[in-house]
């Protein structure tokens, strides 16, 4: 029969598998299962195996100092906190070292922040090993102040990179890969930050965003807003809560909202003189006649104002089937945009992808036989295009007017000459680093790394 270790409420231990050289544990015999606090927890594929990767701060109220962890997952289950609350947590096999005995125990991860302990052992992992006398604390011994600063503020080596969250809603989606990676490979210690999952505190003395489970977003230095149409309004709101607590965002809240708004954007670029195609704006469907006269007749453009990726784009070829879709829209009560057709730009038009007031890559967009809409999305081709130093201009100019440092600004050539048709603030990467081969979520991070002069 093994000898029983015998511990106290409270116990100094060592997760040498993990490079934890010291943490302090809560021994809870009342809790079945044990817990390490972990935050930033991403799973991935090792060798064909499931491991996940973690950042555990080992010493309580203190985010400054973090290990970088990984394990092999055994298990993913649902756990029942001591306040009913149920939470899903990846489960991993460690090695634990108690007062100098050693064997493998399950932790499950999970965010402790709110917790007096970074660490929980439950009668699982003690089951057969350990005596609880809990009148008692330290009964194995305390690390002096000395000796924890010896082991965390000597050999855990600061961050190199900066600390960079994504905020959007899919991180399987090409464009959020890549800038992860990209942020990675260039030594920044990249988030992927969903949302939906964060909430804010507004606060006079201590506004905080929050993060699902609890985990506090405060300590980061930058933000790339990647907001899908339908998250606008949200989505700009945590965007301006993370620049009030002074964290940079490679396109700002304002920005991305106006930019948003098609009709106020067209204002904007035509008051910083951007030429657009002839457009027309109006509410009562009993004006309808005067606005096709307006741009010019029929064939005719009808653009949803909320529309996006093509979407809510209808071409109406004659008067008849423009005022049938312009009335159709206003019955709905939807506001749209009446733009003149461009037809000699045969479905093709111009992708300029701008950073920080440079086109770092150009495509043309060419639209399915039969489709004029030349989105990526829609079926589209892409293909490498020289652009003219005008186009490049109307470009810049555009980002600039719009205030976005990070741009896909849509031009299209007409026989009056270049003329631009939308300044998208998230867009995408897929068609436009396939077409060109370029590192075109590399420039975003150099863009974040300038303004840091990194």
Same mark, same amino acid.
């Given at each position: 029969?093994?000898?029983?270790?015998?511990?106290?409420?409270?116990?100094?231990?060592?997760?040498?598998?993990?490079?934890?050289?010291?943490?302090?544990? !809560?021994?809870?015999?009342?809790?079945?299962? &044990?817990?390490?606090?972990?935050?930033?927890?991403?799973?991935?594929?090792?060798?064909?195996?499931?491991?996940?990767?973690?950042?555990?701060?080992?010493?309580?109220?203190?985010?400054?100092?973090?290990?970088?962890?990984?394990?092999?997952?055994? /298990?993913?289950?649902?756990?029942?906190?001591?306040?009913?609350?149920?939470?899903?947590?990846?489960?991993? =096999?460690?090695?634990?070292?108690?007062?100098?005995?050693?064997?493998?125990?399950?932790?499950?991860?999970?965010?402790?922040?709110?917790?007096?302990? !970074?660490?929980?052992?439950?009668?699982?992992?003690?089951?057969? !090993?350990?005596?609880?006398?809990?009148?008692?604390?330290?009964?194995?011994?305390?690390?002096?102040?000395?000796?924890?600063?010896?082991?965390?503020?000597?050999?855990?080596?600061?961050? *190199?990179?900066?600390?960079?969250?994504?905020?959007?809603?899919?991180?399987?989606?090409? &464009?959020?890969?890549?800038?992860?990676?990209?942020?990675?490979?260039?030594?920044? $210690?990249?988030?992927? %930050?969903?949302?939906?999952?964060?909430?804010?505190?507004?606060?006079?003395? =201590?506004?905080?965003?929050?993060?699902?489970?609890?985990?506090?977003?405060?300590?980061?230095?930058?933000?790339?807003?990647?907001?899908?149409?339908?998250?606008?309004?949200?989505?700009?709101?945590?965007?301006?809560?993370?620049?009030? %607590? *002074?964290?940079?965002?490679?396109?700002?809240?304002?920005?991305?909202?106006?930019?948003?708004?098609?009709?106020?954007?067209? =204002?904007?670029?035509?008051?910083?003189?951007?030429?657009?195609?002839?457009?027309?704006?109006?509410?009562?469907?009993?004006?309808?006649?005067?606005?096709? *006269?307006?741009?010019?007749?029929?064939?005719?453009?009808?653009?949803?104002?909320?529309?996006?990726?093509?979407?809510?784009?209808?071409?109406? $070829?004659?008067?008849?089937?423009?005022?049938?879709?312009?009335?159709?829209?206003?019955?709905?009560?939807?506001?749209?945009?009446?733009?003149?057709?461009?037809?000699?730009?045969?479905?093709? /038009?111009?992708?300029?992808?701008?950073?920080?007031?440079?086109?770092?890559?150009?495509?043309?967009?060419?639209?399915?036989?039969?489709?004029?809409?030349?989105?990526?999305?829609?079926?589209?081709?892409?293909?490498?295009?020289?652009?003219?130093?005008?186009?490049?201009?109307?470009?810049?100019?555009?980002?600039?007017?719009?205030?976005?440092?990070?741009?896909?600004?849509?031009?299209?050539?007409?026989?009056?000459?270049?003329?631009?048709?939308?300044?998208?603030?998230?867009?995408?990467?897929?068609?436009?680093?396939?077409?060109?081969?370029?590192?075109?979520?590399?420039?975003?991070?150099?863009?974040? $790394?300038?303004?840091?002069?990194?």
């Amino acid at each position: 029969m093994l000898n029983k270790v015998i511990v106290s409420s409270e116990e100094w231990c060592t997760l040498p598998s993990l490079g934890i050289p010291i943490i302090k544990a !809560r021994v809870d015999s009342g809790a079945k299962t &044990s817990a390490l606090h972990a935050v930033n927890i991403t799973p991935f594929d090792k060798n064909g195996e499931s491991w996940v990767k973690f950042d555990v701060n080992p010493i309580q109220n203190n985010v400054k100092t973090a290990l970088h962890c990984e394990a092999k997952m055994i /298990d993913r289950r649902i756990v029942k906190s001591s306040s009913g609350y149920r939470e899903s947590r990846f489960v991993i =096999q460690t090695e634990l070292d108690l007062g100098g005995t050693k064997w493998e125990i399950e932790l499950t991860l999970t965010n402790r922040d709110s917790m007096g302990y !970074r660490m929980l052992l439950g009668r699982e992992a003690m089951s057969g !090993r350990v005596l609880v006398d809990p009148e008692k604390h330290f009964l194995l011994g305390q690390p002096t102040t000395e000796k924890i600063k010896e082991y965390y503020y000597t050999n855990v080596t600061e961050k *190199k990179g900066l600390r960079i969250g994504l905020l959007a809603s899919n991180p399987d989606l090409y &464009s959020n890969k890549r800038i992860m990676e990209a942020g990675e490979a260039r030594g920044h $210690e990249m988030h992927f %930050l969903n949302l939906k999952y964060c909430y804010m505190k507004l606060d006079a003395n =201590q506004p905080e965003i929050h993060y699902r489970g609890g985990r506090v977003l405060n300590n980061f230095d930058a933000v790339i807003p990647r907001i899908r149409p339908s998250m606008t309004y949200y989505g700009c709101a945590l965007t301006r809560h993370f620049e009030s %607590l *002074k964290v940079f965002s490679l396109n700002n809240a304002a920005a991305i909202t106006q930019s948003r708004d098609k009709l106020y954007s067209l =204002q904007l670029l035509l008051n910083n003189g951007v030429d657009i195609p002839t457009t027309g704006f109006a509410n009562s469907p009993l004006d309808t006649n005067d606005l096709i *006269k307006m741009v010019g007749g029929s064939p005719l453009i009808v653009k949803l104002l909320e529309g996006t990726q093509g979407k809510g784009v209808v071409l109406a $070829e004659t008067k008849k089937a423009a005022e049938s879709v312009i009335n159709a829209f206003k019955s709905l009560n939807a506001n749209i945009l009446v733009q003149e057709f461009i037809k000699e730009a045969n479905g093709k /038009d111009i992708r300029c992808f701008v950073i920080d007031g440079k086109v770092v890559a150009a495509i043309q967009r060419e639209a399915l036989p039969g489709e004029f809409r030349a989105n990526i999305h829609l079926g589209g081709t892409a293909s490498i295009i020289k652009v003219t130093a005008e186009e490049k201009k109307i470009a810049i100019k555009a980002a600039k007017a719009m205030n976005l440092k990070v741009a896909g600004v849509d031009i299209i050539r007409s026989s009056k000459g270049p003329l631009l048709l939308e300044v998208n603030s998230s867009p995408g990467l897929e068609g436009i680093e396939g077409a060109t081969n370029k590192d075109i979520a590399g420039e975003m991070i150099k863009a974040i $790394e300038k303004n840091f002069k990194w």
